[in-house]
């Protein structure tokens, strides 16, 4: 729950640099698409783990202070091993910053007006791809 209330803040202070530079900032409609995105991200990373490569692991253990949990059996059809963060982190500085979640890149996310958060390596769901469809269609005849 702390997370939230620190992700409104974050809300709070991205929404005054969208009002300063005379913008809209976007995730007043898309605040619940963030808020759930981030909720998925944090549940797989926390109960189900992600799989990554042991160079990658060995650089979280010696470079940082994450609790992770270590599985050498996969459920997936790889070779890589399956780690599971018992804390979500706040920031990791290792080279593959990007195969790890942070609340860090939650923050970008937010800051790049991503709602789609794909900095975070989502992609479009189902219902998601269907509405970009259907606005496509609708004003395909406008240009």
Known sequence: ????????????????????????????????????????SEEFWGKHGGVLEDDVID??????NAKIE???????????RTIKFLEYPDELNIEEFQAVPSYKRMVV???????????????????ETERRKRILEKYKNTL
């Open 1 to 40: 729950m702390e997370k939230i209330q620190q992700f409104q803040q974050l809300e709070a202070i991205a929404s005054e640099k969208f009002k300063k530079r005379g913008m809209r900032c976007k995730f007043w409609t898309k605040g619940e698409t963030y808020i759930k995105k981030f909720k998925v």
């Open 59 to 64: 650089e979280i253990q010696k470079n940082t």
């Open 70 to 80: 270590i599985k050498d059996v996969s459920s997936y059809n790889t070779a890589k």
């Open 109 to 127: 996310c937010i800051l790049k007006n991503d709602h789609l958060c794909k900095y975070m390596g989502f992609t479009m769901t189902k219902e």
